[in-house]
């Protein structure tokens, strides 16, 4: 019996520890990029309309200050809160043009004409936006934005860590916006 409750101890301190850790490392040499939306403020609730529960479309995203020299900007959002792993990828798009703005709804298909060139890769097991919709309590979801100085050579087969590998030595600047979206009850 003290075996079992040694290892349900440890199970939990395991998880506990992982919880809102992420994967996703950035030199601190790094330029800084302030990152906002009008869906939400950082740290604030993302509305339903940018979830599973609603319309599941990408909130618009306002970079500032970006770099002269930007050629490109990807995208990855994880769920920071899921106990299992690090985290859980949502989205994952690379390619987009380097711009301040980048209008909401950039999430069904592969193609996205608005924002020409730009990839989605795979995450949550589909090429497009998967907005938050945790199965218990209420998760952080992080936006990270990566701000290249050229375009990548993947096909929308990749994925997270296939787009993590190919940015390295290109990111001239990276932000983070973070919001939270509560399990709701049925």
Same mark, same amino acid.
């Given at each position: ?13 395991? /998880? ?126 992080? /936006? ?43």
């Amino acid at each position: 019996m003290a075996a079992i409750l040694v290892v349900l101890v440890l199970t939990a301190v395991f /998880f506990l520890n992982k919880r809102g850790q992420t994967d996703i490392f950035v030199d601190d040499s790094i330029p800084r990029l302030t990152v906002t939306s009008s869906a939400f403020e950082n740290l604030g609730a993302i509305p339903d309309k940018h979830t599973g529960r609603g319309e599941d479309i990408s909130p618009d995203l306002q970079l500032s200050e970006l770099a002269e020299s930007a050629v490109s900007i990807a995208i990855i959002m994880d769920d920071l809160d899921v106990p299992w792993k690090s985290n859980f990828t949502h989205w994952v798009i690379w390619n987009i043009p380097a711009a301040t703005y980048i209008p909401e709804g950039v999430s069904h298909g592969e193609a996205i004409p608005e924002l020409d060139g730009a990839v989605q890769g795979v995450a949550f097991g589909r090429n497009r936006y998967r907005g938050p919709m945790p199965p218990f309590g209420t998760h952080r979801y992080q /936006f990270h934005v990566f701000v290249l100085d050229s375009t990548l050579d993947l096909d929308s087969s990749c994925g997270k860590s296939d787009l993590l590998n190919a940015m390295e030595g290109h990111i001239l600047q990276y932000g983070t916006l973070t919001g939270w979206y509560p399990r709701k009850s049925n």
